[in-house]
T-cell receptor
Framework: DGGITQSPKYLFRKEGQNVTLSCEQN?????MYWYRQDPGQGLRLIYY???????QKGDIAEGYSVSREKKESFPLTVTSAQKNPTAFYLC?????????????FGPGTRLTVL | GENVEQHPSTLSVQEGDSAVIKCTYS??????FPWYKQELGKGPQLIID?????GEKKDQRIAVTLNKTAKHFSLHITETQPEDSAVYFC?????????????FGTGTRLQVTL
């Protein structure tokens, strides 16, 4: 069954702690993305990666870090420097195709800072 | 950078009626426009997309129109059903064929009432 998995579905952390969100895909997609979703807002891009060992900042990268050591995996770390980390986090992947950038999304992780 | 505005933020229609959601974009270089449907607690799912060299695209009860001159595009859902109830997001992208950024609208919550 091909797709994108994110774990855990719900995550709680105390203020001042770093936390890592997992994202795995078995679609053989080249590119992977992390978005943040807040109520009443659209999805905002945190980081994206076109190939292994390469990634670029999105619109709201401050307080976050990523790695891309394997094609299938793109974990996101929410650091203590992120001032308002409570949100719904979505991972996506896409394959390069002329004229399109169809992104497939995982089920999301809801992070709550206590 | 690109800015995408989406209206209305909420839309309530009776079952069987049509629903229209409109988006405008700011960057004339954008050339790929997908629409996503997000059900509660899940990741967004692509329902239809359109490239800038096409003015209209239809898939069963769903259609998208694009006016490049005016820089706006719309989603049309005909014969709405209760299962169409969800949040719908439009997006715009440049540079197809690479891991380009999707800029999302703020979403429209569609409610189909019986």
């Amino acid at each position: 069954d091909g797709g994108i998995t994110q774990s855990p579905k719900y995550l709680f952390r105390k203020e001042g702690q770093n936390v890592t969100l997992s994202c795995e895909q078995n679609l053989n997609h080249d590119a992977m993305y992390w978005y943040r979703q807040d109520p009443g807002q659209g999805l905002r891009l945190i980081y994206y990666s076109q190939i292994v060992n390469d990634f670029q900042k999105g619109d709201i990268a401050e307080g976050y870090s990523v790695s891309r050591e394997k094609k299938e995996s793109f974990p996101l770390t929410v650091t203590s420097a992120q001032k308002n980390p409570t949100a719904f986090y979505l991972c996506a992947s896409s394959i390069f195709e002329t004229g399109r950038n169809e992104q497939f999304f995982g089920p999301g992780t809801r992070l709550t800072v206590l | 950078g690109e800015n995408v505005e989406q209206h209305p933020s909420t839309l309530s229609v009776q079952e069987g009626d049509s629903a229209v959601i409109k988006c405008t974009y700011s960057d004339s270089a954008s050339n790929y426009f997908p629409w996503y449907k997000q059900e509660l607690g899940k990741g967004p799912q692509l329902i239809i997309d359109i490239r800038s060299n096409v003015g209209e695209k239809k898939d069963q009860r769903i259609a998208v129109t694009l006016n490049k001159t005016a820089k706006h595009f719309s989603l049309h859902i005909t014969e709405t059903q209760p299962e169409d109830s969800a949040v719908y997001f439009c997006a715009a992208s440049m540079r197809p064929g690479t891991a380009s950024k999707l800029t999302f609208g703020t979403g429209t919550r569609l409610q189909v009432t019986l």
